[in-house]
C-alpha cells in the first residue's frame, strides 16, 4: 500500500470503507468520522464524551441532577402560583417512611424525585383549568386527570429518572382501586406511591386552603387511619404510625407551632 493510501486510511476511512457503524451505547448510525473505536465495537461522539464527563465528574453529575429536579418542582409552583414548599415537604416526608423500606441510596434519590415531581404533568393542563377558583366540570376533571400521564411521559423520556417516572405515574393510584389513570388495586400500585398517598393526605390536611385553616395533627391521623384498607395502603399506615414522632415534629416546624 503506498503513502498516499495510507493516509487516506484513517477512523473516517473506516466507516466509509467498509459501511456504517452502529454505536455500542445508543445504537446511533455512524457513516463517517468522527468516532471511537473500543476493541471491535465503535462509539458516537455524543456518547464517548458523555462517558469521558461521567468519569471526570461523578459528583458535579449527581448534583446537576438534583438541581434540575429541584428547578423542575419549582417550575411547578410557579405555574400553580404555590408559595409554600408542598412539593419538597412531601418528597422530605416520604423519605421518611421509605427508609423504613430500604437503605439503597439510589433507590431513595428516586423515591425522593418521584415525590418532588408528582404532579409535575400539571404544566400540561390548561391555565382555565389549573387555576380555576371555583368547582371543575365532569370534562375539566377528565383534563386535570391526564396530569400523572402527562408527567411520567415529560420524566420518562429521562434515564436517570425512569423510576421517579413510574412514582409520578401512579401518585394517584387507591389501594382500593378507586384512583387514577389505570384503576391500579393492593400491590400493583407501587410501593413508593403506597406511602406517598399517606403523605400527601397528611400534608393537605395540615395544610392551610382558601376554603378551610389547616388541621390537627390528629385530625389528620385520625382520618388516615379511618381510611385504612380503602384509600391507604395498611402497611404505608403502620409506617407512618411508627414514625408519627419525627412526622409530627415535620409538620410542626411547617405549621409554625410547637408539635401537638
Known sequence: MDGAASEREGPGAVGRTHGARACRHCGATINAAPFAREGEEYCCEGCYLAAR?????????????????????????ARERETGLHSKRVACHTLVLARRFSSDADELRQVYWGALLHDIGKI????AILLKQGP?????????????????????????????????????????????????????????????????????MTSDRPYRKALPFDAAKAEIVALTGRQFDPAAVDAFLAQEGTLREMVSVKCGRPPD
Open 53 to 77: 464527563g461521567e468519569q471526570a465528574w461523578p459528583a458535579a453529575k449527581a448534583e446537576l441532577q438534583a438541581g434540575f429536579a429541584e428547578a423542575l418542582a419549582a417550575a411547578l409552583d
Open 136 to 204: 371543575l366540570s365532569d370534562e375539566e376533571w377528565r383534563v386535570m386527570r391526564t396530569h400523572p400521564e402527562i408527567g411520567h411521559r415529560i420524566l420518562a423520556a429521562t434515564p436517570w429518572l425512569a423510576q421517579a417516572a413510574e412514582i409520578v405515574l401512579t401518585h394517584e393510584e387507591r389501594f382500593d382501586g378507586g384512583g387514577y389513570p389505570r384503576g391500579l388495586a393492593g400491590m400493583a400500585v407501587p410501593l413508593w406511591s403506597r406511602l406517598f398517598a399517606v403523605i400527601d393526605t397528611l400534608d393537605a
Open 124 to 127: 400540561g393542563i390548561p391555565d
